[in-house]
């Protein structure tokens, strides 16, 4: 099966290894690239934690050289990877919701009480849903800190197109509903749509998944979401057909 990978090259390495490994040939196209800047500055308070929603705000620190003024906090990341990417980066306490952002929130809620020291919540420009606004809403204290941005793909590569055009990939995976909107947004075209309706669409999730049916309103679209928000539950979907 050839499989294209939509995610950022930061972020496609070790996925694409996973495919190879179960027979599969991954196909990268990403449709974000991730530009990092290297002069944040944290304001001087009092934090409890940091938290994070994607391995990419962990290298959004790295980048600003911020990991040794945090490290001494504990992490809270959104699930194994963020999680992962923390611990490789040399903070140690850290805890993982192992799932999405209602699960971050809700390990947050149960295993931090002080409400009186701000959090710092480590993120892109553009992020899924409002963590900060859910646990202000519930009396903390939240200072979000952007590390990076995404910028979107504007077009297929043309080596892509071809073989997508073609008939030569048999599926695509799908990471983030932004992703989802970008692939519908560049393959719901008159040369593309009929191949498009037969490749199959592994989705992270269902919010992944609404993102990108919602777009193809002229099209059936073979869906597939991933039974957990993660790279292994991915894996494990995809070997499974």
């Not at 800047?37 to 790295?62: C, F, H, I, K």
């Not at 699960?103 to 710092?120: F, Q």
């Not at 903390?140 to 997508?164: D, G, I, K, M, P």
């Not at 947004?185 to 919602?214: D, K």
Request: proline share 4%; with cysteine; aromatic share 6%.
């Amino acid at each position: 099966m050839r499989i294209a990978v939509t995610r950022a090259p930061e972020d496609a390495a070790a996925f694409a290894a996973g495919l190879e490994a179960l027979g599969c040939e991954p196909v990268l196209e990403p449709l974000l690239h991730l530009l990092f800047s290297t002069a944040v500055t944290v304001p001087e308070r009092d934090y409890q934690a940091v938290l994070v929603t994607s391995a990419n705000a962990v290298r959004g620190l790295e980048a600003s050289n911020l990991v040794q003024r945090l490290k001494s906090l504990p992490v809270y990341a959104v699930g194994k990877s963020s999680a992962a990417a923390a611990r490789v980066a040399g903070f140690t306490e850290i805890h993982s919701a192992d799932g999405d952002l209602p699960a971050l929130h809700s390990l947050v809620v149960a295993a931090l009480a002080d409400k009186t020291r701000p959090l710092l919540y480590a993120a892109g420009l553009t992020v899924s849903g409002d963590l900060k606004g859910m646990l202000e809403s519930d009396g903390w204290q939240v200072e979000r800190l952007v590390l990076y941005r995404a910028e979107a793909a504007t077009v297929f590569s043309s080596s892509f197109a071809s073989q997508l055009e073609g008939g030569r990939i048999d599926a695509v995976t799908l990471f983030s509903p932004r992703t989802a909107r970008i692939w519908a947004g560049l393959a719901n075209t008159p040369a593309l749509i009929a191949s498009v309706a037969y490749i199959r669409h592994f989705c992270l999730s269902e919010a992944v998944g609404q993102a990108v049916t919602s777009t193809f309103t002229n099209v059936d679209l073979t869906v597939d979401v991933s039974e957990t928000p993660d790279m292994e539950a991915m894996l494990a979907m995809i070997a499974s057909q």
